[in-house]
């Protein structure tokens, strides 16, 4: 049986094929297509997919029907003509039967079932699914997944940050990680009451703070979903967007701490899976850890994820994933000594090698590599991305050797932030002295690991910074025409 899980036709789409094997392949459009956060389907990426045979069935991620009602309710006009997947799914020649999953059950299902537990509390948050915006499960092996809580359209946290998001300049439902990472060059306390009064029904009363025994009603002066540009017309200044941002990041902080101290009370496990759009927030997820025993936030918590969380749904299939190397595959070798040479004599290097990863984020198979050490690697990195010189830069560290270099909680995906203990370390410090780390353990990438150890060796800096092969607007490189291509126009050696 061969099941295609397939999440398109919103924004950022994804497919993923499983066998009677398991999972063999899940890949972003965009990294076949080359246009960034595509929202659909391509043949390139569907005829990669058919090497392992054509499908059986496919699993949709959300209900097209139940959306529609939404969007006639929000009006968005009835786009049931849009929303018609048999239709859509067709026009790429795809004609095996459909099922259909809820949109938040997706994402707790891709969560659970890839996670190490037996047990858990599930805490879904996004922008919106059908009319879901924050959902809370009970989830187990033998029970599996029961909602508990849900909170529903418009009263969108995801909405809420993604309208901030625009109103600073940004692109919503994209740029959300650099509203994060402006966050740090701005005062938090500045506008963080008057982004609780202006926006949040009883800001100060039980709907938001309570007690920890309250439900986390989180509700919204305005219907966001179209932005709020019009909020505060008198902040201008680039300090402005860096204050809005700052208290933005804090109230979300604020918020998130408020619903994972209901969602701990209420659940009999002490472990944690962190899902949806907002589980990206790495800078915040760090606030909730000391709520739970453990916690599990899979690489790919959004919609592209949920390719892969619409199948285990279906199959209630436990599947831990160690590792997201899930996409195209460059065959051959990792080139570690030639990697390695080209770092030690210029400080800068990209590898394009083997599975590539399925995620917003690279984990040293399709990452533009650099010395952490030098004054002027950050700018330098910065300008072959072609973006803002504030923009921080992700340490990738020998996990045997993080506790030694930074304070704080660590893990392989990059989804927490942790204080740097070494200020020699430039090119991987954010403007708040954290940094967003990667550990790398012999037991992932087997090549990436290797390199590791060898620049360990060569240099005494068990750390290299990490970066996506990419440039600012455009996906993370896929195959090796892609990689030709960045390396001659960006003049930067790209090793496969």
């Not at 699993?59 to 939404?70: C, D, G, M, Q, S």
């Not at 018609?84 to 020649?93: F, H, M, P």
Request: charged share 25%; aromatic share 12%; proline share 5%.
């Amino acid at each position: 049986m061969i099941t295609w899980g397939i999440s398109a036709n919103s924004h950022d789409a994804a497919l993923a094929v499983f066998t009677d094997d398991g999972l063999e392949f899940a890949s972003h459009s965009e990294r076949f297509s080359g246009i960034k956060n595509d929202a659909h389907l391509n043949d390139k990426l569907i005829e990669y997919a058919k090497q392992w045979g054509e499908p059986d069935e496919v699993i949709w991620y959300e209900r097209p029907l139940v959306k529609t009602f939404r969007q006639f309710r929000a009006g968005q006009g009835f786009r049931f003509r849009e929303n018609n997947i048999n239709r859509y799914l067709r026009s790429y020649g795809i004609s095996a039967p459909i099922k259909f999953t809820d949109h938040h059950l997706s994402h707790a299902a891709a969560g659970f079932y890839t996670s190490p537990f037996d047990e858990a509390c599930v805490i879904v948050c996004d922008s919106i699914g059908e009319f879901d915006t924050l959902t809370i499960w009970s989830a187990s092996k033998e029970a599996g997944l029961k909602r508990v809580y849900s909170q529903r359209y418009p009263h969108s946290v995801g909405l809420w940050y993604s309208a901030l998001t625009q109103r600073i300049g940004l692109k919503p439902n994209e740029d959300e990680y650099i509203l994060m990472g402006m966050a740090a060059y701005g005062d938090p306390l500045r506008l963080f009451n008057d982004i609780l009064n202006d926006f949040f029904k009883d800001p100060h009363g039980e709907s938001l703070l309570g007690t920890f025994y309250d439900k986390p009603r989180i509700k919204f002066k305005h219907n966001l979903h179209k932005g709020c540009q019009w909020w505060r017309p008198d902040l201008t200044t680039e300090q402005d967007m860096f204050d809005i941002a700052a208290a933005t990041q804090a109230v979300y902080t604020y918020i998130l701490k408020r619903i994972s101290n209901w969602a701990r009370w209420k659940s009999s496990s002490g472990n944690l899976v962190l899902m949806g759009g907002c589980a990206l927030n790495c800078s915040a997820n760090g606030s909730i850890r000391s709520d739970w025993d453990d916690v599990y936030i899979m690489p790919n918590p959004g919609d592209a994820g949920s390719a892969i969380g619409c199948v285990l749904a279906h199959k209630k299939q436990f599947m831990p994933m160690d590792h997201m190397y899930t996409g195209y595959n460059i065959e051959g070798e990792y080139p570690v000594e030639q990697v390695l040479n080209e770092l030690l004599t210029t400080g800068i290097c990209g590898v394009a090698s083997g599975r590539a990863e399925f995620g917003p984020r690279a984990f040293g198979h399709r990452s533009l590599l650099a010395d952490p050490r030098g004054t002027d690697i950050k700018d330098r990195v910065n300008e072959i991305k072609r973006r803002q010189k504030f923009r921080p830069f992700a340490p990738a560290v020998l996990a045997e050797h993080a506790d030694a270099y930074f304070d704080g909680y660590t893990g392989p995906f990059m989804q927490y932030t942790a204080t740097c203990k070494d200020p020699g370390l430039p090119a991987i410090i954010h403007g708040d002295g954290s940094s967003r780390v990667q550990t790398v353990s012999a037991d992932q990438s087997v090549g990436f690991r290797k390199l590791l150890e060898r620049w360990y060796e060569e240099t005494g800096c068990p750390i290299l910074l990490n970066t996506s092969l990419n440039i600012k607007g455009k996906p993370i490189v896929n195959d090796l025409t892609d990689a030709q291509e960045f390396a001659t126009m960006y003049k930067v050696k790209v090793y496969s």
